[in-house]
């Protein structure tokens, strides 16, 4: 695998050096995690973004070859892998889906003994012990190899940390206790803490977390390596948890402010998500009260109010999908040039403004020329379908030109 | 006005008609809301959908024409409203945007003494109280004008309803004084129940909610009327809090599930849009034990996953945008022909596989045609004009035809 | 009715004046409630100490005549009102009687949606809305008269703090609304805050505390007036509530420290029991972080630590009932001297020691003399008789002689 | 040691045996805990009781020779333990005393990390842990060495009880993890939950938790060894502890049907102290749903009713303190016969009616005869010694004549 430095021209690079800039500025609050002797070596002053696309191109900018542990930003990977080995329903009747307004170690189990979520430290412990495994041992080199998969090199872990982490794990032993008292944790304690406090003390940088999210983005495979990382459905229900639970009890506020999928881990690291589009990984080790990394908050604040990559940006009507109608053959002949992404909405267009509109007067054939659009969404492609079968009932014959396959690639 | 009824053999209809027999079969469970009689005079087997595109069609199934008190999906209205009044700041140091986890009645303030969320009634409640007016009758005829506005047509209040929600209404009259006593109510205590018992009991069917979705769908401009009903900005940041925390404590799973930002309210109607594209009005008075229509989530949930609705579906990656590189005048002039939406990634296509390729053996014009080009993302936008002026700067030259101008119509 | 003034040489008075003095230099933190202006008004170095005994005489140490509002030291004498109205069976099903751990203001309802206990302010809502009255005036009135009973004097309404009280009383409305949402409020939300508001707002001294505490320590008769204000068991429920409910959040450390039922208020007043002995008022409008007087807490735990008043203070063993045992008429006639109380441990040492002692050798008449015995236990008596009894079944006559009648007084 | 086995004629056992058929027929419900195999083991119909006197005799009703493991029931005895090795500073450091009105097993940590109080798990493990010991097998040693002493005889471990306690024992551990974390536990987890779940398994019977009991009633001093088992103000805060939180959530509810500090088991055990009188054990397997024996519950509140044990009974005043007055040598000698306990309010009624009111008329000596008086309390001995010295003072000559010195035996 290679992978593609670009050249520091790079506008992309340019506007991510800018964001850096700014915010290395502005943003000069936070504190370094303090809660074990090895998080507090961290430089405080560490900065870096970088960005991967689905594509599989990268830009960086900012200290982007500093390592450092990932932390909670494993607990939606790892979520992940378990939805993989158990489905679902299996996973599910574990741990909830539910945004619980509470801090990153709260107890926070339902009616049924859940945890609220798998991205509160008691459901992160839980998702862990259902990885499939033997042992702790063979446990955690699967969401190794997994997240390794997902960054596309092989990880590592940081002894030092996870010794750390296990000599003062009390709080989330005792999570572990009570979720296997409570009958949901899949495994004895040890045998799920110890991968847990393992899978936290991984070392990555901002490449790293941009391409494991830009797997996620790409509908798990990744960019680069091609592997099919996990199905599809799994990386759309990791991103429906972090879209809710990502940002802990100010989840809420993330998805107003920035509204990308995401998750932050107290090493400093962040990643987020632009479905279809890229993965972002930002680092600095500087963490507000939330326990959110303060200058990686602020820089996908502002890449998302610069590049409206908020989830719910209104996203302006296209251009009418209708390029242009040619008649030919005295009329027997009519072509309607489409263009574009025929969603539901275009779908509509084209049936209402072409077909509708056209077939009155001629009683020849109708062809939809395909070759400028570039995809069609399955509601739209059943509209259209449904509006063709309806033609042919009634004698009205309707071609398609579409040398690309784009009507039935959905 | 007109609305526009379509046939019922239109395929859209028919796809709406196939969910509701399915479901209406499949979902028989669930009580009419009985805290108040007015309610339990509901038909408990009304079941009807309604889908309204932003380009003004509507699409019906079932009982469409039945009306029913609006009851909290007046809620993200009322918000809406609120945050054109008052600022997002205005509204956000009354009122918090993080999902509770907890029942739509819950007590949930949080150390700044803000409700949860608008959602929960006593956020509700302060929303309602923040709108402008001099007393509670000016207040709710606002309330009521705007909530017209978004349907398209002049709401009117159920007077029986309303008598009976304020005659019962000492639990939301409670969380009223509690919001006083914390400073977080923006009125007297009735000046802000009133209003919101009676924006509580205005009248809809389910186009008007399927319309008043489908204007926060079109970013705040009514579909039919062309009225801007509300700012860009506040349709975003309406669908924002419908997307974390407009089911209640089912909100997670719904993300899960649906994918769509909805609110229900007891009366058993709800609301659902896709940003973008449409809104969806269903109503079904029997209701699931989390308050919310047993049928309309059904139905919701069928057809996001027919139709692929989900927000965070993955979206195939999209044919190349470049649809054709045409050279002319020996190598002289090159034409690249785009088409599609031009998103970061198209961008990034066109950027490394045109011009970055194309430009090398050539010292002539290269010519982007924008002509099947149906949008231009702002981010794809930088992206291409950054690479124009660093050409430039080259000494390589660089022209547009954009016949639609899409590329200066973000 | 006279009020005894006691001479200041008494030596009860020098202790209370020794105590005062010595807090009144220990004990200088503590702010004067500011919720509500007239309650700034206080004096802050307002401190007065009174004790009534069972007897009716009244000590006093400091500002005795000083005039503050009861506040919440009035919750457990309408409490006794509600209990005297409605039984305990009619208030237990609407308010419970356990300490919640939890503030004064705390919203603390149990399943059945009862407020934990009548001290906090919620049940304290619904108590005085059982009161029986037609309406809140009535409601009032006939707490003010029940309060001045077990006062001795008519106790006056503070109108100007009244006033204030119910125009900031948003969080009291909130909880009697959500009382009454839970259907446990007996009354309309305005009929029980309104007499609520006005008894908090009577006006007492430390006299009446102390006399008010006294009739509760003299199961419910006022020890002056000898009024039965309230019946026995009364008394005993609501010195139980006392007990472990008056000190709100610290009523554990108060039963540690202190170990006297007792009850505080914001007007800086607090009221103490030692059951069958007195009443004790104190008054400070300095109030620690709990809302207790600082000065009152500090003198109570002194008299209680120098007096030996703690409920669980190790009772010494008293000397043997037996004084002495004559034999008389050569062995026919045994006469056993008994003295002091009489409790269950006193009456076994009697049949233990005495009676199947002597019983062996006589053949004649026991005699038990109880001329200076002072009170014979319920318990106590049982066993005497029931050996007594079981003693002429073996043709062994014992007599009783018992010229102040303690035997059967009990 | 002896113990003494009375005469089921003995009147007290009849007493104790009508309570048990009477209970036994009233009370069926409740079921054997189940939550580890060996306690379902337990015969469901075991019922009996014992009440063991300060004095040392001891009376029994049903099943007292059945062996039971004590479970919570020494929660109280192992807190009596780590307050005499730490005293009340050290222990309250760590642990709260306040009632958390939650169940037993409840996560109840206050602001500083400390469980609630010692009767629930959090605060018991927290206990466990203060005892001094090198390791948990030396920690054990030492509870089961003082609880023998409580008991008056060696308890045994029931082993199979404490491994089952230990495999299933995940919830317990959990909360001493999280009090770990919190910076309150003494020792390591293993080391603090292995001696809990051994001192929960130790074995007793009535008659041992009648007498554990009586130890405390009698201020620390085992009724029939003589052994200081712990100090007097150790018994007394432990009874004060036992009096506000012996009965988990229905402590409050307790206080006011039966008012007797009390602590129960799962194992079906119950002890309960009448201070200065008597221990009682009872023993029946089946629990409520509070997890307290439904049958010793309601046999506790027979007693306490029948027999007026309630703590806040009202004490019915005594006769007079003063059995006579002999007026001798021409009104110079006046003897002023006492008798029964005098405490405060008897001491008011002799410096008042006998002493001012004798003075006046004689010049020459009165003296008070404390032959007949049985104790006098420290309030009522200041008040006595004061009055004394003031008419001295006055030139007034008081004699004592007090041939057991109950005078100064306070």
Known sequence: MVRIEDDVQNPVTTALTDVLTTVRESTTDGEVADYIP???????????????????RIYHAGDCTARFTIQSVSKP???ALALSDLGADGVGARVGVEPSGEPFNAISLDERGRPANPMINAGAIVTTSLVTGSDKDERFERIRAQLSRFAGRELELDTAVFESEKATGHRNRALAELTLAAGVLGSGVDDAT???????????????????????????????????VVEEWVARDTLSLMLTCGMYDRSGDWIFRVGMPAKSGVGGGIVAVTPG????????????????SSRGVAALRMLSQHFGLHLLDHPQLPASPIEGILVRDEGESIIVRLRGEVNFVAAEQIVHEAIETVRRPADGILTLDFTSVTRVDQMAAR??????????????????????????AG
């Open 38 to 56: 090895e998080l507090m070596l961290a430089d405080p002053d560490h900065f870096g973004i970088s960005a991967a696309g689905v594509l599989g």
């Open 277 to 292: 589009q890229f993965g972002i990984g930002v680092f600095s080790p500087r963490l507000d009260r939330a326990g959110n």
């Open 77 to 79: 990977f790892v979520y």
């Open 194 to 228: 110890e991968p847990y406090f393992k899978q936290c003390s991984l070392l990555v940088d901002t490449t790293d977390l941009a391409l494991m999210g830009a797997t996620l983005a790409n509908g798990g495979v990744h960019p680069l390596t091609g592997d099919r």
């Open 383 to 408: 509209l259209l379908l449904a509006t063709v079968a309806e033609a042919r009932a009634n004698s009205f014959e309707i071609a398609f030109d579409d040398p690309s396959g784009v009507m039935f």
